[in-house]
């Protein structure tokens, strides 16, 4: 009984911070930099406590959520990005004048909602932590409620995110109605079992369910809300929604897939790997022809989400661990470089397009050399961390008999270097026009994040042994204790 | 161990130490980066001391394991055609270092923290004993040579650096699937995933043709750009037209033998029956490119252009070298290496010096220089003809043993090869000629070439010791050439026992060589000193 609370102690911690910053608004006065101050220990503290329940590999609540092991690494990697979120989002809020306590307290409840996903055993707690992660979403997108873009964004996503919830929550009625459950370990024992009733019932509610999860990490066919959402929201909640969010959803995606697969192994690959390579494809050549900065990022998160789900389609040991590997490596440079972003924006949301970088080495050096470090880890040239991400995920599809994909994944990634060095271009190459306003950007706290991003960049680019060592032990279905 | 290390590592210590340089101190940011390559530089010396000529295995090998998933490590060493090659590295940095001196006037500490990194990545490359940690200095290389064409590049300079990165991108990438693919055959037949070359060199001859032909192209694709051979040369002449001086001694000197190194170490190593299927097509290719390259280099008006296309015509002369696949015709492709890393380098020097003085490159500029300027004509003269390939300088070397290799392979079997790769020695003649007839001698009627000064001391601390070993390995290749002869043999000998199952041929291949140098060439540009 004690040993279940406590090896779920990071879900209750992250619940009652979220809880409580809600209330500390109502009981202090003029209490941003105190909750700010809050949900970052808070957040720190979840992540410590993940680390020590990480051995506490099982499952708790009658079987309802696992813990330790697989759920504590994604549980410090939201964690993580929540604080790199919040960091960030402070001097961004403060030059908007939108500096307001819910802001911190919307981002503790979505993390709570990805948490819940991570510890997931059971097709509903995986529905109610995506509703919490989404509801935090769709605040937090139209959070500059005077700026027609936010609100679109908003208005967006929760129309087309509520159509999307209706396909996960069909796709897991049918998948109920074929395997008599909604545990994982039932499901699975089922699927792999051979004894489904109905195999067809079983397929389809599959095909939705990826249609609903596929919409949250924005794969292609479903991410067209991506570049409209993410260009209109704040720029650091873009951030969080694009790094965070998005590991979410693969959290939840890694475990069902490898249960769901065994029977219909070659269709669920199949659909998953065309998935995969239209959304290399589509998201990269889309990429190549924006010029807003965060239109671009968002495209290429698509590609991005491509590239992952080549873990998926190989479903092994090692497509697993790439996975994982890869979700965190771009935690920290797309977190990084929508950071920079958000740091060279102006008040009115301007300098977003890519030709207001041009000269950026000149006027801000430092902002200039870091955003060339995300874009080449992103563009997955080594040493930096995105080049062994991608290895790692190459060599799970080949091992998988899946090379066509990995050459798909390859030309595409030729195509993302001619955008991603096209704004290294505009920083370094290109000399400014004679006349254009001169500003000086400021860091703040977002130089903390800045800081986490590149380190993070560079010690697991070099030293990929960090994460691996970690996620080579993982095992996604729990048993119980 | 130690030196070799230093070697490595020390450019990149330099590139680090000089992030906390003020960028103000120009002056002292350009001496201690000419400090850590000549540093550098004594290392490498005691590298070569310490290297056993007679041993063809591997020297000074250090393995750790790096990422034990993939069984990816920190492996490097040396063989003899390594240990050349990475001297050259060693030798042409701060040469180039030293050109920039005068030319680079603009965001002086990020130009010479890429220097060093490029040296880092290409010193990486050439000792590498491991697939992933290959293709990591391999790319890594992009980002600086990247920044210095872009940056401190000349008009067209973006296009260039983009088509740069994108080409080498396009063909690097294709590489890393064939370098995982080896490592799942290496998984098939082991048990265990791995990059580890040692392992692997045993590994790829195993491979069923159909795959190692696959394998091979993916490998080959990758190289044959860096090269270039022709048809996948367009990127050079820009990249080098558009590159600072010291870019294009550097691109021509060392990047380019980054693609001649792979060719040997990994395609002809790696995958020798498919290299026996490929032969003929890369051959053709480097022939065709011997001509095509020199035929563009007759009509330039650019004099940079016309060095560059010259590299091109160059560079298939190692190439055809390389796949004759018998030991001349290696051991002429590695000295080639070093020879056209020296000439062409000296010329791109030439060049530059010209145009710090009159910021033009068209010929049709010049005339008459060798009376305002007599003792750079004289250098120029002997890079010149070094590249001509006149006997008593390097480039003869190598052009004619590339040549006697080609000419009596057993795998090409056939002497069009040779025949028609021979023209090109007589092109590159005419338009060497010509362009320095053009440059130096003529009437002087234009004014702006009046009042040029002669040589520098800074400029003759460029000249001097490339043009000292242009006529050392002219005089006496054996020096340099018996470093990597036993490598080159042991190399032949696996391509032979691998394609033809036994050893006998190539014994009476030898045997055929002692016959032909006894009646034929009783010169010293023979390799081989018993």
């Known amino acids: ?481 | 161990m130690g030196a070799l290390l230093a070697t490595l590592f020390l450019p990149l210590a330099g590139a680090i130490a000089l992030l906390f340089y003020d960028r103000e101190m120009g002056k002292g940011i350009r001496y201690s980066a000419l400090a850590f390559s000549l540093l550098t530089f004594v290392c490498s010396i005691f590298v070569w001391l310490g290297f056993d000529a007679s041993n063809p295995g591997l020297q000074f090998v250090i393995q750790q394991t790096w990422i034990p998933q993939f069984d990816a490590g920190f492996r490097i060493g040396l063989d003899g055609m390594s240990l050349l090659i990475v001297m050259l590295t060693t030798f042409i940095m701060p040469i180039s270092i030293l050109a920039s001196f005068n030319s680079i006037h603009k965001r002086q500490k990020e130009y010479y923290i890429m220097m060093l990194l490029l040296q880092f990545g290409m010193t990486g490359v050439f000792v590498a004993l491991d697939t992933f940690l290959f293709y990591v200095f391999w790319e890594v290389i992009l980002i600086p040579m990247y920044f210095l064409i872009g940056i401190w590049g000349g008009q067209q300079r973006i296009y260039a650096a983009v088509k740069f990165f994108l080409y080498t991108m396009v063909g690097s990438l294709l590489m890393l699937i064939a370098i995982i693919w080896l490592g799942m055959y290496a998984q098939e037949l082991t048990g265990s995933f791995t990059t580890n070359l040692l392992i692997l060199r045993d590994i790829g001859p195993q491979i069923p043709a159909e795959t190692q032909h696959w394998m091979f192209l993916a490998f080959a694709l990758s190289f044959c750009i860096k090269v270039p051979l022709f048809p996948l040369h367009t990127w050079l002449p820009d990249a080098h037209v558009q590159a600072p001086t010291a870019g294009s001694v550097i691109l021509a000197g060392v990047l380019l033998k980054m693609g001649t190194y792979g060719l040997i170490r990994f395609n002809l190593e790696l995958f020798p029956q498919a290299s026996e299927y490929f032969a003929p097509l890369l051959c053709t290719l480097a022939v065709v490119g011997i001509i095509y390259g020199a035929l563009v280099a007759m009509v330039q008006t650019d004099i940079k252009k016309l060095v560059a296309y010259s590299s091109v015509s160059h560079l298939g002369f190692i190439v055809l070298g390389i796949f004759s696949m018998t030991p001349e015709g290696i051991q002429g492709a590695i000295i080639q290496m070093i020879n056209h890393g020296l000439s062409t380098g000296a010329l791109f020097l030439c060049v530059g010096m010209l145009y710090e003085r009159r910021h033009t490159r068209e010929m049709s500029e010049y005339g008459g220089i060798m009376r305002i300027m007599p003792v750079f004509g004289v250098f120029f003269a002997i890079a010149m003809f070094a590249s001509v390939g006149l006997p008593g300088l390097n480039g003869f070397v190598g052009e004619y043993l590339t040549l006697l290799g080609a000419f009596r392979s057993p795998f090409l079997n056939t002497w069009v090869y040779a025949i028609v790769g021979a023209t090109g020695v007589i092109f590159a003649a005419v338009y060497l000629l010509i362009m320095f007839q053009r440059v130096m001698y003529g009437t002087n009627d234009n004014p702006k070439n009046q009042a040029l000064h002669d040589l520098t001391a800074n400029e003759w601390f460029q000249l001097v010791p490339v043009t000292i070993f242009m006529i050392w390995i002219g005089i006496h290749p054996p020096t340099f050439m018996k470093y990597s002869e036993q490598s080159t043999r042991a190399l032949v000998g696996k391509v032979e026992s691998a394609t033809r199952g036994t050893t006998a041929f190539t014994k009476e291949l030898e045997q055929r060589t002692t016959n032909d140098r006894a009646h034929l060439h009783p010169e010293p540009a023979m390799v081989e000193q018993h």
């Open chain 1, 1 to 481: 009984m004690w040993n279940e609370f406590y090896a779920a102690l990071p879900l209750f911690l992250i619940s009652a911070s979220a809880i409580g910053a809600m209330l500390l608004d109502a009981f202090i006065k003029d209490s941003r930099r105190a909750i700010l101050l809050f949900s970052t220990l808070a957040l720190g503290v979840v992540a410590v406590a993940s680390v020590l329940v990480f051995q506490h590999e099982g499952t708790g609540f009658a079987g309802m959520i696992k813990t330790g092991g697989y759920p504590s690494f994604f549980d410090i990697l939201f964690a993580l990005g929540g604080i790199m979120t919040m960091l960030s989002a402070h001097p961004y809020l403060e030059r908007n004048n939108f500096e307001f306590d819910e802001f911190y307290t919307m981002v503790l409840f979505a993390v709570s909602g990805m948490m819940l996903i991570a510890h997931a055993n059971n097709l509903l707690v995986v529905f109610i932590g995506i509703e919490v992660m989404s509801i935090s979403f769709y605040v937090l997108a139209g959070y500059l409620r005077t700026s027609i873009l936010s609100i679109e964004a908003a208005l967006k996503y929760f129309l087309l995110g509520a159509f999307a919830t209706g396909f996960l929550l069909y796709g897991m009625a049918l998948i109920y109605g074929a395997t008599g459950s909604l545990g994982f370990p039932a499901i699975s024992a089922a699927v792999s079992s051979g004894t489904v009733e109905f195999p067809t019932l079983l397929l389809i509610g599959i095909g939705l369910l990826i249609i609903g999860l596929g919409f949250k990490a924005a794969v292609f066919p479903f991410h067209v809300w991506a570049p409209d959402v993410y260009q209109g929201s704040p720029t650091v909640v873009t951030a969080f929604m694009s790094t965070a969010g998005k590991a979410a959803a693969f959290s939840a995606f890694l475990p069902l897939i490898s249960i769901l697969m065994p029977a219909n192994a070659p269709k669920i690959q199949m659909l998953l790997a065309v998935i995969a390579a239209a959304s290399m494809l589509v998201g990269n050549i889309s990429a190549v022809v924006q010029s807003n900065i965060k239109r671009m990022l968002a495209y290429s998160s698509v590609a991005h989400a491509g590239y992952i789900m080549m873990g998926l389609v190989a479903n092994s040991e090692r497509g697993l661990s790439g996975t994982m590997y890869y979700l965190a490596t771009y935690l920290f440079m797309q977190v990084g470089a929508f950071v920079v972003v958000s740091v060279l924006e102006t008040k009115a949301g301007k300098n977003l397009e890519i030709k207001d970088y041009i000269g950026l080495s000149k006027t801000h050096p430092l902002f200039a050399a870091l955003m060339a470090v995300f874009m080449f880890s992103l563009a997955g040239i080594p040493p930096f961390a995105g080049f062994f991400g991608k290895y790692y995920l190459f060599t799970a599809a080949i091992e998988a008999g899946y090379t066509w994909l990995t050459l798909v994944g390859v030309l595409s990634s030729v195509i993302s270097v001619y955008f991603y060095i096209g704004l290294v271009v505009a920083m370094y190459f290109q000399d400014p026009e004679e006349g254009v306003e001169k500003y000086e950007a400021k860091a703040g706290l977002a130089g903390l994040t800045l800081i986490v991003a590149t380190a993070g960049v560079f010690i697991i680019g070099l030293l990929p042994v960090i994460i691996s060592n970690i996620t080579d032990s993982l095992r996604l279905v729990a048993q119980s204790f």
